[in-house]
């Protein structure tokens, strides 16, 4: 758009709005002025033109809105239901079992035990020896008491020293080995499998109904008044050269 154009359309839109600076007395018989350049002229030099102004007016259009409306519907929904369940199992146990064994040992004793021993020692033996004396005895005699020595044998026991033999008892400690039979008891690592039953809860769907409100958007369109610019015909008086210079789709 250039700019002779872009003031005449100003120069327009200010005459209907009536906001011009200078009177248009011409549209209604009280002067000779152009209407779009405001150039003062004859009225026999002016025209009648239909040009496009801008006006805003009133129009009522469908505003599309949300809105939220609460209905009743059918749910459905799942739980799970406890239901009681008997499951078997095999449980292997360990424990140590008594086991008993018997075994040949060979045990060694100690006896004590008397042990006769003949022993050679020497032995005093008693024996019976004569033996002579001279012992002196008072014999009287016609010229008085007179001593006189006599011989005297007498028996007499004498020990003497005998080689003899001689039993004694001596006392020794003997070992002995005995074999006997022992028996005993071990510990042996066992299994025992033992079937067992437990009692558990398995957790089984169960589809169920019921109603609940639920929020439903709906989509409607409402009437709303609303201010919108459009482009109107107005016929004008211009002059000449105003119609030359905007004869291009501004005048019919």
């Given at each position: 758009?250039?700019?002779?154009?872009?003031?005449?359309?100003?120069?327009?839109?200010?005459?209907?709005?009536?906001?011009?600076?200078?009177?248009?007395?011409?549209?209604?018989?009280?002067?000779?002025?152009?209407?779009?350049?405001?150039?003062?002229?004859?009225?026999?030099?002016?025209?009648?033109?239909?040009?496009?102004?801008?006006?805003?007016?009133?129009?009522?259009?469908?505003?599309?809105?949300?809105?939220?409306?609460?209905?009743?519907?059918?749910?459905?929904?799942?739980?799970?239901?406890?239901?009681?369940?008997?499951?078997?199992?095999?449980?292997?146990?360990?424990?140590?079992?008594?086991?008993?064994?018997?075994?040949?040992?060979?045990?060694?004793?100690?006896?004590?035990?008397?042990?006769?021993?003949?022993?050679?020692?020497?032995?005093?033996?008693?024996?019976?020896?004569?033996?002579?004396?001279?012992?002196?005895?008072?014999?009287?005699?016609?010229?008085?008491?007179?001593?006189?020595?006599?011989?005297?044998?007498?028996?007499?026991?004498?020990?003497?020293?005998?080689?003899?033999?001689?039993?004694?008892?001596?006392?020794?400690?003997?070992?002995?080995?005995?074999?006997?039979?022992?028996?005993?008891?071990?510990?042996?690592?066992?299994?025992?499998?033992?079937?067992?039953?437990?009692?558990?809860?398995?957790?089984?769907?169960?589809?169920?109904?019921?109603?609940?409100?639920?929020?439903v958007p709906q989509v409607i369109k409402q009437p709303?008044?609303?201010?919108?610019?459009?482009?109107?015909?107005?016929?004008?008086?211009?002059?000449?050269?105003?119609?030359?210079?905007?004869?291009?789709?501004?005048?019919?």
């Amino acid at each position: 758009m250039s700019r002779a154009t872009f003031a005449f359309s100003l120069a327009v839109t200010m005459i209907f709005l009536g906001t011009s600076s200078q009177p248009l007395f011409a549209a209604h018989g009280h002067g000779s002025h152009c209407q779009s350049c405001g150039t003062a002229c004859g009225s026999h030099r002016l025209v009648k033109k239909t040009v496009m102004v801008p006006m805003i007016i009133t129009e009522q259009r469908l505003k599309t809105r949300i809105v939220k409306n609460t209905e009743l519907r059918e749910e459905t929904y799942t739980v799970f239901k406890k239901v009681p369940v008997t499951k078997t199992y095999t449980k292997e146990k360990c424990y140590l079992a008594d086991d008993v064994k018997t075994q040949m040992i060979t045990e060694k004793e100690c006896h004590r035990i008397q042990r006769p021993v003949i022993e050679i020692c020497p032995v005093k033996v008693p024996h019976e020896e004569f033996r002579t004396t001279v012992v002196q005895k008072e014999v009287c005699t016609e010229c008085g008491p007179v001593c006189v020595e006599e011989e005297c044998t007498h028996k007499v026991n004498v020990e003497h020293e005998e080689m003899q033999a001689k039993t004694n008892c001596v006392t020794d400690v003997v070992f002995t080995n005995t074999k006997k039979e022992i028996t005993y008891c071990v510990k042996v690592p066992k299994t025992q499998k033992k079937v067992c039953e437990v009692e558990t809860y398995e957790l089984v769907p169960v589809e169920k109904t019921r109603m609940v409100e639920v929020c439903v958007p709906q989509v409607i369109k409402q009437p709303v008044e609303v201010q919108v610019k459009k482009m109107v015909r107005k016929t004008i008086l211009c002059c000449e050269k105003c119609r030359k210079h905007h004869a291009r789709g501004l005048f019919d």
